[in-house]
């Protein structure tokens, strides 16, 4: 190895250990391993392949296995994470949001982009897609019953405070109108079978309603999912005028705490058990049949353990229905028990950890109020 090359080495590893690169700058996943020598930030190895996709804003090199020269390690150690961010993410609106590396492709590949590509946080009160408080256009929607995917043009309005979409281009009554503080948007590829897939939630006379969606750009389907956000950070701020923008920012589209198949049996907790799809949205457990149900078939509110709420493993001594799956746990609410088998001990153990989440939880004055008094419970 030549001395220079050695020099080098010695030095992009020193630029390399500093605090500031220890997490992957675009989606905070510790230990970076890849780095943009034109942008000069440090990366994971994901990242890098999303950065590859836009060569003539990034180009990226393996720390461990490319070779480094002098002038490229002297324009890492003058940028870095830190620099970089302050020019690329230095003026975010709140309510956007930035994913992290448990989150699906297209939004940590519309994050980058925003970032580097269309620089969309550069300066301050950009005029951006999804900060005008309405957005109008057409997105592929899922038939409730037929499952087919379809053209339907929706249309979010701030001043109204609502979403809306219609079934005919041409028509006045919308099909749907959803006030904007009900509903929950969250990215669900996989389940929708659509890598920019969106699943949208919201509450109708208490009751969980389920949409679709879908857009041929990432960029537009992002661009709505903010969009949304950005419309419920405002009508929020005027419903809640002491709530710190944080406190707000938190209340916006949430991500379920997870979701699965589990059996489930009935109240007389001697009927067979079914195989059921469980969404926890928060407080809300829902189950369906088929995934992409439109509406849930049951729902159940998890309160919090001062108001007597508790989960746990295992099933009661003695319980008598058929079950197929043997890792069983129990929620005990104040009216009743709960009964759910698991197919594996890992699920078993992520759901008991998912419902202690929101179990060890206080209640808000606002979750008590809303959902408390009218709480869901029809999980026959
Ligand atoms: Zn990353």
Redesign the pocket.
């Known amino acids: 190895m030549a001395g220079g090359t050695e020099r080098s080495m010695k030095a992009l590893k020193e630029v390399w250990r500093r605090a500031e690169n220890s997490l992957?700058a675009?989606?905070g996943?510790p230990d970076?391993d890849w780095a943009s020598s034109t942008l000069g930030v440090f990366?994971?190895l994901?990242?890098s392949g999303i950065h590859r996709n836009i060569p003539s804003i990034s180009k990226v090199k393996s720390l461990k296995m490319d070779h480094w020269d002098d002038a490229q390690v002297q324009f890492l150690a003058k940028h870095g994470n830190a620099v970089t961010k302050a020019t690329y993410e230095a003026h975010i609106p709140i309510y956007y949001y930035q994913p992290t590396?448990n989150d699906c492709q297209v939004l940590r590949e519309q994050w980058i982009r925003a970032k580097y590509e269309r620089k969309e946080f550069t300066e301050p009160g950009k005029q951006l897609p999804y900060s005008d408080g309405v957005k109008e256009g057409i997105l592929w929607k899922r038939g409730r019953d037929n499952g087919q995917f379809l053209p339907r043009k929706f249309l979010l309005s701030e001043r109204e405070g609502c979403l809306k979409y219609f079934t005919k281009q041409d028509a006045k009554e919308p099909k749907i109108n959803v006030k904007i503080d009900v509903i929950n948007a969250t990215f669900q590829p996989v389940k929708i079978g659509n890598p920019n897939g969106l699943q949208i939630t919201y509450l109708k006379d208490n009751k969980t309603r389920n949409i679709f969606v879908y857009h041929d750009s990432g960029k537009e389907v992002v661009d709505w999912f903010n969009a949304i956000r950005s419309v419920q950070f405002h009508y929020l701020k005027v419903a809640f005028p002491i709530a710190s923008d944080n406190e707000i920012k938190n209340r916006l589209t949430r991500n379920f705490l997870k979701e699965g198949y589990m059996e489930k049996t009935g109240p007389k907790q001697r009927e067979a058990f079914k195989k059921r799809w469980f969404t926890l949205d928060h407080r809300r457990l829902m189950y369906f049949k088929d995934p992409l149900d439109a509406f849930a078939k049951g729902e159940v509110f998890v309160g919090s353990r001062e108001n007597g709420y508790s989960v746990q493993k295992g099933l009661p001594l003695g319980t008598q229905g058929n079950f197929s799956w043997h890792y069983g746990l129990t929620i005990v609410t104040p009216d009743r028990e709960y009964l759910f088998t698991c197919e594996t001990e890992t699920d078993q153990l992520d759901w008991i950890a998912a419902f202690a989440s929101v179990i060890n939880q206080a209640m808000t004055p606002q979750e008590y109020a809303s959902k408390c008094l009218d709480a869901v419970s029809f999980l026959s």
Do not use: N
């Open positions: 992957c675009d989606c996943k970076p990366i994971c994901s990242c590396y």
